[in-house]
T-cell receptor
Framework: LAKTTQPISMDSYEGQEVNITCSHNNIATNDYITWYQQFPSQGPRFIIQGYKTKVTNEVASLFIPADRKSSTLSLPRVSLSDTAVYYCLVEGQDNFNKFYFGSGTKLNVKP | GAVVSQHPSRVICKSGTSVKIECRSLDFQATTMFWYRQFPKKSLMLMATSNEGSKATYEQGVEKDKFLINHASLTLSTLTVTSAHPEDSSFYIC???????????FGSGTRLTVV
């Protein structure tokens, strides 16, 4: 199972774009990269998933370079409510593969 | 769609008693669910994989006789913490694969406090 490494914490201000990078050097060919958001005392929430290049949805973008050994979650114009822990996970193509959480990145958005 | 409902959201129990936590897939069937526990300011730790119609598989170091998992139907998995002790106090979370899409959907979690 691919291990992920993220910064422990990041600070930002409202309205700024935030980029959180995750490294996953031993990602396998069939693995996807998924990002989750977790607020205190809540279960994680799916944000976005990608395999390569760029994926965009209504809340975020995910950039994955050609070697796929890292990925960057981009949050446009963050607000105070985006203060949370963000987890990067590498998941097998088979949804029944178990997966493990890394340490996550605590994003602090300041006014 | 793909909602996982977890109940109760919080529970306080006396040391030595057992507590059951339920995880239901509301609008889809889940042959596999996962159970995690999370300590304050820590990441989620996988405890076990719950398999419908068969025994759960536990992660190394997780006592299967203490954390009983039952997945009797395609929409319900339960975690029973038996003979609970204060050190079992934690945040327990379940998850299931998102249907028709990648990733997983998580329950809202259960805060267990053993006194």
């Amino acid at each position: 199972l691919a291990k992920t490494t993220q910064p422990i914490s990041m600070d930002s201000y409202e309205g700024q774009e935030v980029n959180i990078t995750c490294s996953h050097n031993n990602i396998a060919t069939n693995d996807y990269i998924t990002w989750y958001q977790q607020f205190p005392s809540q279960g994680p929430r799916f944000i976005i998933q990608g395999y390569k290049t760029k994926v965009t949805n209504e809340v975020a973008s995910l950039f994955i370079p050609a070697d796929r050994k890292s990925s960057t979650l981009s949050l446009p114009r963050v607000s105070l409510s985006d203060t949370a822990v963000y987890y990067c996970l590498v998941e097998g193509q088979d949804n029944f593969n178990k997966f493990y959480f890394g340490s996550g990145t605590k994003l602090n958005v300041k006014p | 769609g793909a909602v996982v409902s977890q109940h109760p959201s919080r529970v306080i129990c006396k040391s030595g008693t057992s507590v059951k936590i339920e995880c239901r897939s509301l609008d889809f069937q889940a042959t596999t669910m996962f159970w995690y526990r999370q300590f304050p300011k820590k990441s989620l730790m996988l405890m076990a994989t719950s398999n419908e119609g068969s025994k759960a598989t536990y992660e190394q170091g997780v006592e299967k006789d203490k954390f009983l998992i039952n997945h009797a139907s395609l929409t319900l998995s339960t975690l029973t913490v038996t003979s609970a002790h204060p050190e079992d106090s934690s945040f327990y979370i379940c998850s299931a694969p998102r249907q028709g899409a990648g990733g997983y959907t998580f329950g809202s979690g259960t805060r267990l406090t053993v006194v």
